[in-house]
């Protein structure tokens, strides 16, 4: 009876911990789909009326000194490079003067400040942009059309969240990833000090989802890595 129970008790504490093993391989697989997302969208994931962009520059971080609007309008929404932030869209006739808006040029996306509204012969708005510092507009910022407009930021920053997601486009960041999943597939072999036969054998439905995840999220990383 006592070795019943003992099997039992270990049954019980393999099969909690493959429960385990997929909550983490879902973790991991969530986390390589947004990061594949950032990469092949331009560092941009849109859900709903908001954008998340990873901003990979410092022009929004610091303050050049000849831009006197930044002191003497009180400005101090700056961006740190390598943040991730949030940009919400916005209509044309919201958007005011030193608001700090993305914009796309040539599929890029900007996010930097408004320095001047005015209409040109047509009655169209134009917006002139620049970040924060640098000392001039670049040329295409000379008059942007609303219909480049992504939206404006809503004050949504974080470093570390931003870069993590840069990090983990790099390659050590992939490998870093991949050697989660290989890590969770050792565990699981330890903990049920068994063959991966044997470990389907004894708990097919949870296994049989956890070798799926795998098979197909390592499919996912060698055509990424390709």
Do not use: C, W
């Amino acid at each position: 009876e006592a070795i019943k129970r003992k099997e039992k008790k270990k049954e019980k504490s393999k099969t909690i911990m493959n429960y385990f093993a997929l909550v983490f391989y879902f973790i991991l697989f969530v986390v390589f789909g947004i990061t594949l997302a950032f990469k092949v969208n331009d560092q941009t994931l849109f859900i709903g009326n908001t954008s998340y962009i990873t901003i990979l520059t410092g022009s929004m971080e610091s303050i050049y000194e000849g831009n006197t609007y930044i002191s003497d309008n009180n400005l101090t929404n700056q961006i740190e490079q390598y943040s991730l932030i949030g940009i919400e869209k916005i209509n044309e006739e919201d958007i005011k003067l030193y608001d700090v808006i993305a914009y796309k040029h040539d599929d890029v996306i900007y996010v930097h400040r408004v320095i001047k509204i005015m209409e040109n012969a047509e009655g169209v708005k134009l917006f002139t942009l620049r970040g924060d510092a640098n000392s001039d507009s670049l040329t295409f910022e000379l008059g942007v059309r609303y219909e480049n407009i992504v939206g404006k930021y809503n004050g949504l920053s974080n470093y570390g969240l931003g870069g993590t997601l840069i990090y983990l486009q790099s390659n050590i960041g992939i490998v870093a990833l991949l050697s989660g999943f290989l890590f969770l597939i050792m565990f699981l072999i330890k903990a049920n000090n068994a063959t991966i036969v044997g470990i389907r054998a004894q708990i097919a439905p949870i296994n049989s989802a956890t070798n799926k995840i795998f098979s197909t999220t390592l499919i996912i990383f060698i055509n990424y890595l390709l």
